[in-house]
Each structure stands twice: as structure tokens, then as C-alpha cells.
């Protein structure tokens, strides 16, 4: 079944286009095997939480959107997964908020960086950055340090959609703001992210993106209240709390 | 990283040595892509579970051997994931309980098939069941009905770890005894089992087998009793709860 065929008010509309994606992923050599596995525990917590957007994750999609808004120089971080996803919806929400777009792989290889480059390429993108590789991040081993000087390396604000542990940890100690999409609350990734956001990247990118468009001519003083009251801890122990007592029959 | 080379008391033993098998079975062409992504979902339900045997869990287990003993025709049924993360396991229990090995496949190819029948037959199987396809279960399109007419379809007890949902149903439907292996206590395969066993398979199969080994001169009364006394909408609901209530953090 190609993408378009599956009808919109299908129950299980966003699950379908889901699995065409990472199979398409698959195909192009953009998603890897470890990623077909974290595409799994992805499903799982989305499952627990109900396949629903929380009034929390939304608050945090709000915040990320402001941080966004507020950079300097915001990069978004696109791994495999994410690139095989939400390529359209990574492309809109760069230039919603005037992001770079850099790919960044925990399993690094010239095939697969060249691969999800032509991916965002061919989504709309104008530049794609990663391929230059000419700094490193701090405390990781070669390959996964890899980033570009003027991309990640020079970013006050970083969107890193499914990310590693290890690597969030390290943009984290390098003092730069970090916002983290993953779906389970208690990843090592969104616990060190200034803005975590448990959702679905497929709900969460898009939603990024219109409350930038909401807030594109917003107060620097408001979007500066908008990051100064959202709340991480809270944010995760609400994701945890939905987790438990979701209707799980 | 070779097997052998995980140690025994690793913090991560379990997890390495599964994510290690699940590769190599990617490599021998018994793991499939729908297979690394239900692998995901299954690390997210026994993370949540504290990747550990719940008593209810062990109870099942002991159960199921129970059952298998009574039986007059066991058959334990292999897919491609329980193929490559068990096969030494899983002819192991076969022995135990003198039952025969099947493979039964979602997406059956006759390459997939051959593979897994070899992979087993490596692993010390005297004979794999699964090639002939000379019987159909009812309910379930072509491909997905094939069994032997002197295996499956003529069991008594069947064990199914990680079967899908429409399976397990049409199996249940036949009247044959039906244990299931599967992390997700709200799944369609579990919530039809005579014994659900809501556990990792790498711990549930040795399990089983030590129960056997352990009940391999009981008393027939003694196993009918073990049998009537197993409770599978409390295991579930226990396991539920374990999850609801685990330490998340």
C-alpha cells in the first residue's frame, strides 16, 4: 500500500504511515537495524501512552518551539529514524524557526550520511549539514563525536529527535540548550534534555512547528516566559504517571 | 563481540547476549524487519518490567511444563525470533517434555523456513517439523494456515512463543491447549492462552524446562493439579500491575 492510499480517518492512520515509512527507510539504506529495534520500543511506549499527544508533551512542544525561536543559531539534529519518518516535517519546521538541518549518526557510515543528505534533499531541504565531520563533541568515541564546526558544534539551541543517551549527555555538558523528542519518559536522553518532549516524532515534529508559526511574532519577553515557566521534571513525571494509568485492556 | 565473550555476571547479560543473537539472526536470514521492530516492542515491555521473572510468571512456567507432560501430543511451535534467540533452549525444552518442534511463520518463505529448520537442526534438534504444510488452520489466509497434519494439527498442547494475535486465536478456536510466550500482557496472543507466560523468552524457555526436568516423575494427580490450580486472567492481571507499579525511575 503506497502512503497516499491510506485513508486519512483510518484508525490506525498514523501506526500505518509509520511502518510504510521506516520500511521505505529501510529500502533507501537510511534505517539501520538498531533502528528497526528502537522503532519497536518506540510503538510500545507509544502504545502505553495511549497513541495520543498529553496536554504535557504539548506544553513542551510549545516550549521547544519558543527556545527555537529565541536561538541564536538553532540546529536541528536528524539521525536515521527521524530522516526516514518526518523528512517533510523536519524541513518545515527548520525553516519555520531559521534551523540548520545536521545529520548526526550513533552508527556512522558514508552510505547512510549520504543517504538521508539526499532524503532531506529531496523533502525540500536547501542545505543539509553533517557531511564536513570537522569538529567533535567531548567524552565520545570517533565516529559518534562527529559533527560539523559550523552546525551542531557552533548551536546555542539543539533539537535531537530519538536520540542516544550518550550523545545527549555530551550536548548537554556542553551547555547548550537541548530539546529531546523520545517516547519513553525514562530514557537517559530526555532526562538530561532541558526540554523533553514524550511524544511521537510523527505528532511532535508538526506540532513544533505550528506553535512557531503561532508564536513567529511573539514578544522576545513572551517566548521568554514561555521557556522560564515550562517545567522538564513535571513534564516527565506527568508522561510517567499517563504510562501507569492508561487504560491498558 | 562474540558470545562467549558477554561475562556471566555483565549487569547487561541478558540484553547483550539477545541483541547479539538478533543480529545474527538478520545475518542467517531468520530474524525479518517485522522481527527487530517486535524485538523493540518486547525490550520496552521487559524494561518496564524490571527485566525480571514475576512470580506469577514463574508459576505459569511451571504450569506450562505441567501441561506439556500431561499431553499426548505436545508441539512447541518456532518462529524467526524465538529461532534466533533460543534454539539451543528451545530443543532443550523438546527433549524435557518429548514434544516436537514446528516452525510456523507470519511472513512464510520457503528460504526463511529451510533457514530456521537448519538453525534448529544446528543447535542439536533430531528432527523440525514445519516443511510439510500438509494441514490448515482455520480463520487465516493461505500462507499464514500452513501446518504439518502430523504436527501441529495434531497436537494437544501446543506452546506458541511470540505468535501474533490472529495465530493464537485460531489455534485457541481448535480446542488445543494453548501456552503463550509474550512481554505484552495486553496482547491478543496472551489474553487467549490457556497459559500465558508473561516474560522475556530468553528466561521463560529455560524456565519451562527446569520446571519439567524438576516435575519429570510427578504423579499424573500431581500435574492435573498444577494444571487446574493456574489462574491465567490473574498472571495477567498481576503482570499488568507490575508494570503499572514498577520502579520507573
Redesign the interface.
Known sequence: MAEAEIPEDHPRHDSLVTRHR??AG?EKGITS?QG??????????DY?LGERTLPSADAAARAAAAHLLLADHPVVSVNGNAAALVPGELVALADAVGADLEVNLFNRTEERMRAIVDHLLDHGASEVKGLAADARLPNLTHERAKVDADGIADADVVLVPLEDGDRAAALADLGKAEIVIDL???SRSVQVADVPIVDNILRAIPNITAHAHELAHAERAELERIVGAFDAAATLDDA?RA???GD??
Chains 1, 2 share one sequence.
Open positions: 521506516i520500511e529501510v537495524r528497526l529495534i528502537a522503532q519497536g520500543r518506540g510503538e510500545a511506549f502505553l519513553n519518559p525514562m510517567e504510562i501507569r494509568d491498558l485492556s
